[in-house]
């Protein structure tokens, strides 16, 4: 498979930018030879990405919007922040304390889980 999944490694999040196509034709071969051939569109994409990257480097930390996504299920109550095997409340409290230590400006980040939930069934009504 001739794919690359750059976000996996939480990089710059892309899909692919090159497809398996024909070569020109050789004369003497016997066969079509395959190569990846870029998209133009997507190398574009790509490209602007990767600006929106560095003028995000280039932004002090405390300047920066971070959004946090949680898992919600608005047709069963007490779902919001639900995931099988994990405590994700928890995660993002210590992922908004360690936001806090890396220079982020967080204000006003839940004590604990419970407040958490509770903010986000308030904003949710």
Known sequence: MHVV???LDGRILQGAVAFKGPLPVQDGLCFSALASVPEADRIAMLADRIAALVRLQSTPRAERRVAVLLPDYPGASGRSGYAVGLDVPASVIALLADL???GYDVADAPPSSRTLLDQLAVASD
Do not use: I, N, V
């Open 100 to 102: 806090a230590t890396a």
């Open 5 to 7: 999944l750059p976000e």
